[in-house]
């Protein structure tokens, strides 16, 4: 069994922890927040998937960010939490199950509340932060987004990754 320090424990555990999705006072479903963040990136941006940028461990980074707020950190867990009871309540079947059109008009629907926007505008900027940040931060491998806006990073580069 590989040892595993802390730190590293910490970052895996954010984006895979159990999101237990209620239906009333009954237990509907389980899921990970790292398992709905992968769809639902890829429902906002499919360009990253086809791009091959990783925005998922993105969010892993972002979610162990020192300046990153834990109100911030939280709203994300309860957003994928929220995400998940809306497609319960509109399709009895949590999100990562439901078919492309039925996960868009989930989509809709929590955007026309005040969390559902603010929540996917949120996530939106993670995924363009992924997509057009510096490669030293694991993401935008191979330049790949700044290559699809035909983009020339800024000079100097970072030598290490400040996240």
Known sequence: M???NRRSFLKVGFLSSTVLIMNGCEL??????QETIAVLQNDLFPKAEELGIDTVSYMSIISHHSRISKSDKKFIKNGVK??????VELYKKSYINLPSQ???SVLNSIVQTKWGSSWLDTMMRYILEASLGDPIYGSNK???GWKWLSFEGGQ???KKAFL
């Open 142 to 144: 191979k330049e790949a």
């Open 102 to 104: 039925e996960r868009q």
């Open 156 to 158: 100097p580069r970072p």
């Open 28 to 33: 509907f479903g389980i899921t990970t927040s």
């Open 2 to 4: 590989k040892n595993i």
């Open 82 to 87: 929220w995400l998940n009871e809306e497609a």
